[in-house]
């Protein structure tokens, strides 16, 4: 069974840069496009970035506005978010989730496994 662990989030100030990682287990990781989500409290869950198995196909959502990095090590079985310049707005908990897709879904739906979630919080 597919396990997915995140750590990296905390608190950070306003312009400030954390990197999230996702430790991948129980499978191949090259099996897998991944991804990553984020929900605010009483807001759904949206997308946030994701990469093929091979890191050459790379989405992320409109907000991230190169602000955020996503990548991946093959031979270490685990995926990062690089986020910089974060606001306020970025406060949330982040999940990486892994899909059986070639290419790397949006929709959340498109994802296999999910994470438990780290806290990103930003302080104004």
């Known amino acids: 069974q597919v396990r997915l662990v995140e750590s990296g989030g905390g608190l950070v100030q306003t312009g400030g840069s954390l990197r999230l990682s996702c430790a991948f287990s129980?499978?191949?990781?090259?099996?897998?496009?991944m991804g990553w989500f984020r929900q605010a409290p009483g807001k759904e869950r949206e997308f946030v970035s994701a990469?093929?198995?091979?890191?050459?196909?790379?989405r992320h959502a409109d907000f991230v506005k190169g602000r955020f990095t996503i990548s991946r090590d093959n031979a270490k079985s685990t995926e990062y978010l690089h986020m910089a310049n974060l606001s306020p707005e970025d406060t949330a908990v982040y999940y990486c989730?892994?899909?059986?897709?070639?290419?790397?879904?949006?929709?959340?739906?498109?994802?296999?496994?999910w994470g438990q979630g780290t806290q990103v919080t930003v302080s104004s």
């Open positions: 990469i093929d198995w091979s890191g050459s196909n790379i």
């Open positions: 989730a892994a899909s059986h897709a070639v290419i790397p879904p949006v929709p959340a739906r498109g994802y296999d496994f």
């Open positions: 129980g499978g191949s990781f090259t099996n897998y496009a």
